[in-house]
């Protein structure tokens, strides 16, 4: 029986150091990162706008990427920050706090990988279509991204139902409302994977196996290195 508890005990210490660790990681590389991510999605977004977002469609989705994954960072990476370094959630001190941060951190997420998508569809037709010019066109563009907004805000709406303030043990936290539990399972393990993974990456292969094959064929591609990707 002592020989249970001493193990028991020596792997709750093992643990605690190693949460420790993380903790010291979590506090010392997260300012670092969020610095250099606000820093340079500055003058990635300043650069663009320069380049006249307004005529350029590869620069306007750049554009809303690079704006998209700062929001990430601050909606993310702070809230982790502050809950490692302080112990508080941010979540929890407001009920509609709580339900807009769950709402944004995924909405975020799948935007910007969707935004990709967009980025990958409109170097396909750069090198495929003759009438890109007038296939692909700003107002498009902005059409484009703004069905990708209104589906993905639509998919994640449901986070300002089925989250919010709960209480247990006479202590109020953020979390998934009573009754919703086994729709949240289901969504992150499945429709979240789906919307910010599977179908990103099946588009990325799908156009990106064709950029990469004009790209062998350009004219513009030095003959040596056309030789070694042909061999590839």
Known sequence: ????????????????????????????????????????????????????????????????????????????????WILE??????????????????????????????????????????CRCI???????IRRCKLAIGVVFLVLGSLNSHYFWTHGFITTQNKTTCGVQPGYETFDEWYNYQSRFIYSVCCPILHYDDFGFFDFADFKRSSHVPAGIRSYLTNV
């Open 1 to 80: 029986m002592d020989k249970n508890n001493s193990t028991v005990q020596i792997a709750f210490i093992c643990e605690n150091d190693l949460c420790k660790a993380a903790n010291y990681v979590w506090m010392i590389i997260s300012p670092v990162l969020l610095v250099f991510g606000l820093f340079g999605g500055f003058l990635i977004a300043t650069s663009l706008i320069r380049i006249r977002i307004h005529t350029s469609p590869l620069s306007l989705f750049l554009f809303i990427l690079t704006i998209t994954d700062v929001s990430i960072l601050c909606v993310g990476l702070v809230r982790l």
């Open 85 to 126: 370094t302080w112990e508080l959630d941010i979540r929890d001190l407001s009920n509609a706090g709580c339900k807009l941060l769950h709402f944004l951190v995924y909405f975020s997420m799948q935007f910007s990988s969707w935004i990709l998508v967009c980025v990958t569809i409109e170097r396909f037709l750069k």
């Open 131 to 137: 009438v890109y010019s007038s296939m692909v066109t």
